[in-house]
């Protein structure tokens, strides 16, 4: 009985095709699950001016090789810049999202630009990055304080419902309560699968903004110059510490140390964010032993830990006022480039004669008929009593005075003007007197 192999033949390739079809759909499907799983991330980068923010921001888009078009970013010194960052699949490395980053003009009257930025139906999806100054650490706590007031007052402003502001704040305390170590191994992993979480100290996200915060401090390299020019000590780098450290923990925020000079935890920072707005495993340790490197995640300080920089105080009180121990340098006078010392002013000088005369001792009455006598009289009295014999230099002059009282002018027969010859006769008088 013969087999009809063209029928056969045809079902293989119908199911072949049919498999190949399947094989694309769930490619498809699995790729557009993925994508829906990392919905479009804002960072808003805070700061004040020259703090380095936006060098610091250009560093990680050239860690994330995001190059706009023309290979350059903007110049900065815009009101409200905007940068991105490709964030690619870690697995299949394909690009799946752009992270916005809008950097907002260090000057605090630009905060009314974060309407464009910080919307209502983005809020949950937003990441702020404060940037303060190393190279001046007497800001740091004044800039940190303003700014977090600013985020405050803007979301705020935003008439947020209450339960969806709820559900972000709780979001962030279960974020800080589930972070674990991942050099501690006290911790087991089935205690986190059940859920069971620590709970708070007194002084953790007592001010909770909903977003997740980070703090960086550019300009670590500074800490050189500082223990150099100004004589900090490592007392005084762990107050700031500590000070920065207390206000992080108040926020639920992490601390990062950054120098964009000497390439320092810049690879870190990039991978932290990541790991913040899309949930990218990180593995990275905190890090609190190089004085210019810090590196605190949200989740890993508490006040035990911070409280291990009070034994290394033995000078300076931790709980002194910030701007107590660390104040700005006095200001230096600028030397006159030729060495000359400046005059004072007029009416400080005249005041200082007046003074002066009026603590002299006043002049005392004459007996009658006794003429009183000055130095400039007694000198006079001198001259008279002592005549002296005048010298070769006189008697040249006295001579120059006399022909000119006998020159005539030339080409006149007319003598001197009468005024001219009075004064000719007067310097003469002085001269033979």
């Not at 800039?143 to 339960?163: D, F, Y």
């Not at 903004?209 to 300009?219: A, H, N």
């Not at 949930?279 to 508490?302: H, L, Q």
Request: hydrophobic share 35%; aromatic share 6%; charged share 25%.
């Amino acid at each position: 009985m013969a087999v009809d192999t063209s029928h056969s033949r045809g079902e293989e390739e119908r199911e072949e095709e049919e498999d190949l079809w399947s094989a694309i759909l769930n490619d498809v499907a699995t790729s557009s699950a993925r994508n829906r799983q990392h919905v479009t991330k804002t960072l808003l980068v805070l700061g004040d001016v020259s703090s380095g923010k936006s060098t610091l921001v250009d560093k990680l888009c050239h860690l994330a090789k995001s190059y706009p078009i023309g290979g350059k970013f903007p110049l900065s010194g815009c009101s409200l810049e905007y940068r991105f960052i490709d964030v690619e699949d870690e697995e299949t490395e394909d690009l799946i999202d752009r992270m916005g980053v809008w950097i907002l003009d260090g000057v605090v009257w630009h905060s009314q630009l974060l309407s464009f930025v910080l919307k209502r139906e983005v809020l949950s999806h937003t990441l702020v990055m404060i940037v303060v100054d190393m190279s001046q650490p007497w800001t740091i706590m004044e800039s940190l304080e303003r700014w977090a007031q600013v985020v405050k007052k803007h979301i705020s402003s935003l008439m947020i419902p209450p339960k969806q502001m709820k559900d972000m704040e709780e979001k962030l305390v279960k974020q800080f309560q589930s972070y674990t170590d991942p050099e501690d191994t006290s911790i087991s992993s089935s205690s986190v699968d059940d859920g069971v979480a620590l709970p708070l100290g007194e002084t953790t996200l007592t001010c909770n903004l909903g977003v997740p915060l980070v703090v960086v401090c550019c300009k670590s390299d500074a800490v050189t110059d500082l223990e150099k020019n100004h004589s900090y000590k490592d007392e005084h780098l762990d107050f700031i510490q500590q000070h920065i450290r207390k206000f992080c923990l108040s926020y639920g925020a992490a601390l990062v140390y950054t120098s964009t000079k000497e390439e320092r935890n810049l690879s870190l920072l990039h991978k932290y964010l990541l790991h913040r707005a899309y949930g990218f495993p990180f593995k990275d340790p905190a890090w609190v032993v190089d004085k210019d490197a810090i590196f605190v995640p949200s989740g890993w300080d508490n006040e035990k830990k911070i409280g291990i920089l009070y034994e290394h105080m033995k000078q300076l009180d931790p709980n002194a006022p910030f701007e107590s121990i660390i104040v700005p340098p006095k200001p230096v006078q600028p030397e006159s480039e030729t060495g000359e010392e400046l005059a004072e002013e007029d009416q400080i000088f005249l005041m200082a004669q007046q003074a002066h005369i009026a603590k002299s001792p006043k002049p005392t009455a004459s007996p009658a008929g006794v003429k009183p006598t000055t130095p400039t009289s007694a000198s006079k009295q001198a001259s008279t009593k002592e005549k002296a014999v005048p010298t070769a230099g006189e008697t040249v002059l006295a001579n120059f005075f006399n022909n000119l009282l006998n020159k005539r002018q030339p080409g006149s027969s007319r003598p001197m003007r009468s005024s001219a010859r009075a004064e000719a006769a007067a310097e003469l008088e002085k001269m033979k007197s």
